[in-house]
């Protein structure tokens, strides 16, 4: 069974959490250090994530750019709003498929939980519009845009 | 059908409207078949079908003076699919941060040593 929940609030969020075997600090510093989120933050295999620029304090610019080695590629943009080392980041990101999506809303925490962690995300659902256009690119492979989107978009 | 997924998310959220659904893909029923369970008027009902159909996930028939309902396949789908997609990318990545952390635990251990 997968540790990890997505559920849907209201008409407009939908929460993720996921259980991680390692310290908050630990699961706290794979979302915001540059060369740990290039570890991860992947989607499909055969995607890497060759830029990753993440100026984690509050008003900090963050630019994740994504390429299958194959000339396609697409990127994100954000902002951090606020920091709490180990709890708690909010940020605001966007997706560009060139095009920019409006602006999502993300709160991510991180709670001791038993040996681990407890990783809560709070996104806003993206307007219906952004969420037919990340249905309508790069689909081929089911997640071309994979966290990001998730991470951001909603 | 010109179904929106936010449409489809808000008509979700009322449990009277899930509850109908749920009654509703046990099959067609009319709007005095789908009151029945409900303490609600059939105005009320409607007006919770006509949220249901404005966002695609149910479609009605007219059938003498009666519209029975039924579930739209499409509308349904569509809501499936975007969250289906997204759990998808998640869980991959998540996978790949669970190495990761063993990767830096494994290390700290190392350092202690």
Same mark, same amino acid.
């Given at each position: 069974m997968s540790k990890m929940t997505l559920t849907t609030e209201g008409d407009s969020h939908v929460i993720v959490t996921r259980h991680f075997a390692a310290s908050p600090e630990a699961v706290y510093?794979?979302?915001?250090? %540059?060369? @740990?989120?290039?570890?991860w933050m992947l989607g499909p295999e055969g995607w890497t994530m060759p830029v990753c620029i993440n100026d984690a304090r509050p008003g900090g610019q963050?630019?994740?750019?994504?390429?299958?080695?194959?000339?396609?590629?697409?990127?994100?943009?954000?902002?951090?709003?606020? @920091?709490? %080392?180990?709890?708690?980041?909010?940020?605001?990101?966007?997706?560009?498929?060139?095009?920019?999506?409006?602006?999502?809303?993300?709160?991510?925490?991180?709670?001791?939980?038993?040996?681990?962690?407890?990783?809560?995300?709070?996104m806003t659902l993206p307007d219906a519009k952004t969420r037919e256009m990340m249905l309508a690119t790069g689909m081929e492979s089911g997640m071309e845009a994979s966290y990001v989107r998730l991470e951001g978009l909603l | 059908m010109q179904a929106t997924l936010d449409a489809a998310f808000a008509a979700l959220a009322d449990p009277t409207r899930r509850a109908i659904l749920a009654r509703l893909a046990a099959g067609e029923a009319t709007v005095m078949e789908l009151a029945e369970p409900f303490a609600m008027t059939q105005p009320a009902i409607s007006q919770h079908l006509k949220v249901l159909e404005v966002a695609?996930?149910?479609?009605? =028939?007219?059938?003498?003076?009666? =519209?029975? =309902? =039924?579930?739209?396949?499409a509308g349904i789908d569509a809501m499936d699919q975007w969250l289906a997609m997204l759990r998808k990318a998640l869980e991959a990545n998540y996978d790949q941060l669970d190495q990761v952390l063993a990767n830096i635990e494994?290390?700290?251990r190392g350092e202690k040593r």
């Amino acid at each position: 069974m997968s540790k990890m929940t997505l559920t849907t609030e209201g008409d407009s969020h939908v929460i993720v959490t996921r259980h991680f075997a390692a310290s908050p600090e630990a699961v706290y510093r794979a979302h915001i250090d %540059p060369k @740990l989120i290039q570890q991860w933050m992947l989607g499909p295999e055969g995607w890497t994530m060759p830029v990753c620029i993440n100026d984690a304090r509050p008003g900090g610019q963050i630019r994740y750019e994504w390429s299958n080695g194959k000339g396609q590629g697409f990127y994100l943009t954000g902002e951090f709003l606020e @920091l709490e %080392p180990y709890r708690r980041i909010v940020h605001v990101e966007r997706m560009h498929l060139p095009d920019p999506t409006p602006d999502n809303h993300i709160e991510t925490t991180f709670e001791a939980n038993g040996s681990g962690t407890l990783m809560t995300m709070r996104m806003t659902l993206p307007d219906a519009k952004t969420r037919e256009m990340m249905l309508a690119t790069g689909m081929e492979s089911g997640m071309e845009a994979s966290y990001v989107r998730l991470e951001g978009l909603l | 059908m010109q179904a929106t997924l936010d449409a489809a998310f808000a008509a979700l959220a009322d449990p009277t409207r899930r509850a109908i659904l749920a009654r509703l893909a046990a099959g067609e029923a009319t709007v005095m078949e789908l009151a029945e369970p409900f303490a609600m008027t059939q105005p009320a009902i409607s007006q919770h079908l006509k949220v249901l159909e404005v966002a695609g996930l149910i479609q009605s =028939r007219i059938h003498g003076t009666k =519209r029975p =309902r =039924r579930l739209s396949k499409a509308g349904i789908d569509a809501m499936d699919q975007w969250l289906a997609m997204l759990r998808k990318a998640l869980e991959a990545n998540y996978d790949q941060l669970d190495q990761v952390l063993a990767n830096i635990e494994g290390k700290k251990r190392g350092e202690k040593r």
